[in-house]
């Protein structure tokens, strides 16, 4: 079987083909944002993690509409989604809550980020990965420029920070953008690691420049949002995050 989500108008994660057997019961651990309590308002990000049987399935950031406790339905279709039958049909499906899920180590390391361009943003300056809070950030941000081009730049709050050279970065295209910077380490990472901001776009490296970094906690970490307020770029990110997952620092970062 596969395990899917479904964000309304946000497009859907479907995992690989996970092995069940149907002669016996299976436990699935679910936790992303809709779950938690948040002020009500239009779509936001926020990390999705589904374990089956012990065992993490996904882990990666995913589009949410938060909801009231009274708007979560466990087996039922109450929305009358079409990715889905109205109800589940297995003979057995009990809930409970759960204080929260084991910590698990893929919370350090480089982002990868699948994006989908944004248009008519020229002359703007859009967050891609920001980490830390409020006067003791950090800012990895594009750029865009005229002609379909872009730049990456990381900011140090309240010191600046290193810019790429123009790359081609056309309005609707995909683009998969992997970032590594000291802020996404933890301390026992490379000293190389923790003073270097390095960007890759597409595979070709655009930015790779030495700098410091604000320590920042895992819940500290932001994809495409801005909520620290920093002036270096716009509040959110305003094309298609596609996908973000984490990548092996062991892969010639």
């Known amino acids: 079987m596969r395990f899917a989500h479904d964000s309304w108008s946000s497009g859907q994660l479907e995992t690989e083909a996970v092995p069940f057997d149907p002669a016996e019961e299976h436990v699935i651990e679910v936790d992303h944002g809709a779950l938690l309590p948040a002020a009500i308002g239009p779509r936001q990000w926020g990390a999705f993690r589904l374990r089956f049987d012990g065992r993490d399935i996904v882990n990666e950031s995913r589009p949410f509409h938060p ?5 979560v339905s466990f087996g ?5 989604a079409s990715t889905a039958d109205p109800q589940f049909r297995g003979e057995r499906f009990e809930v409970e809550r759960l204080s929260g899920l084991p910590p698990i180590a893929a919370d350090t390391g480089p982002l990868a980020l699948t994006l989908r361009v944004p248009a008519g943003r020229e002359g703007r300056a859009e967050p891609l990965v920001v980490t830390g809070r409020r006067g003791e950030g950090d800012f990895v941000y594009i750029q865009y420029l005229p002609s379909g081009r872009a730049r990456i730049g990381h900011d140090r709050w309240g010191v600046g920070g290193p810019l790429s050279e ?3 970065c056309a309005p609707g295209s995909t683009v998969l953008v992997q970032v590594s910077m000291g802020a996404l380490y933890a301390g026992n990472a490379a000293g190389r690691l923790r003073s270097t901001v390095r960007v890759r776009v597409d595979g070709r490296v655009v ?13 500290e970490v ?4 801005n909520p620290l307020g920093g002036s270096t770029c716009g509040e959110r990110f305003t094309g298609e995050i596609i996908r973000v997952q984490r990548v092996d620092a062991a892969t010639g970062w």
Request: charged share 15%; glycine share 6%.
């Open 207 to 219: 930015l790779d420049a030495p700098a410091q970094f604000h320590p920042a906690r895992a819940d």
């Open 222 to 225: 932001f994809v495409g949002l």
């Open 76 to 80: 039922f279709n109450a929305i009358g």
């Open 67 to 71: 909801a009231t406790a009274a708007e």
């Open 166 to 168: 123009p790359f081609a």
